[in-house]
C-alpha cells in the first residue's frame, strides 16, 4: 500500500472517528486525533502513517494517540486465568472479549466485513512510545489505564495554551501525576 493512501485511510477514518473534541478544536493549530488507529495498520505502515501527522501538523500542532495496552492485558489475562474467548469487560458497543482487544471488535469485523477494523499490531506503553519517536515526535507524554495507552504527540515543545489545557508538565521529569514523559531531541 503506497504512503498516500496509507494517509488518506488515516484521514478518513480519523474524521469518521471525531465526535466532540470542542477544547481541541479551540487550540490555534491543526490538530491530528487519531482515537484507537495504529493498531488497524502493520507496524511498518503505523510508522508512516505517523510520520505523515508529523509532516501535516503545524509547529504547534499534536497527535492524541489511544491504543489498547497489551501489556495490560497480558497481566491481566495471567491474574485472572482467563482464555481468549472470557468476558474482560462491557463497553458501549457490547461485550468485550480478550479476543476483540488483541485481534479487534470481531462484532465490527464480521458485521462490517471490512478487515480494516482488524488489529494488525499492538502496543505497550514502552512500544508506542518508541514508535512516536521513530516517526518524528521528540516531545511524547503518555499514560496508561483502563486496558489503554495514551499519549500527546508534539512535533515541537507544547506550548503554554497545550501545557495548561493538558495539564502537562513543563519539565522534563515526571510530575507524579501518573503521566510518563519521554522527551528527546
Known amino acids: 500500500m503506497s504512503y498516500w493512501m496509507l494517509i488518506r485511510e488515516a484521514v478518513q477514518m480519523l474524521f469518521a472517528m471525531l465526535v466532540n473534541y470542542q477544547t481541541c478544536l479551540a487550540l490555534p493549530m491543526i490538530q491530528s486525533i487519531a482515537h484507537t488507529i495504529c493498531e488497524h495498520y502493520y507496524r511498518h505502515d503505523a510508522v508512516k502513517v505517523l510520520a505523515g501527522f508529523v509532516h501535516v501538523l503545524k509547529a504547534d500542532g499534536f497527535a492524541f494517540i489511544r491504543v489498547p495496552d497489551l501489556g495490560e492485558l497480558m497481566r491481566t489475562v495471567v491474574e485472572k486465568n482467563l482464555d481468549i474467548d472470557d468476558f474482560l469487560y462491557q463497553s458501549p458497543a457490547g461485550p468485550i472479549t480478550v479476543r476483540d482487544v488483541i485481534y479487534g471488535y470481531g462484532v465490527e469485523v464480521e458485521r462490517s466485513g471490512n478487515d480494516f477494523f482488524a488489529h494488525k499490531t499492538g502496543f505497550t506503553q514502552k512500544s508506542l512510545m518508541s ?24 512535533s515541537n515543545k507544547p506550548n503554554e495554551h497545550a501545557e495548561k489545557l493538558f495539564h502537562l508538565p513543563s519539565h522534563k521529569q515526571t510530575n507524579g501525576s501518573g503521566l510518563d514523559i519521554t522527551v528527546s531531541g
Open 131 to 154: 514508535i512516536l519517536k521513530t516517526a518524528g515526535f521528540p516531545w511524547v507524554f503518555s499514560g496508561i489505564g483502563n486496558l489503554e495507552v495514551m499519549a500527546l504527540a508534539f
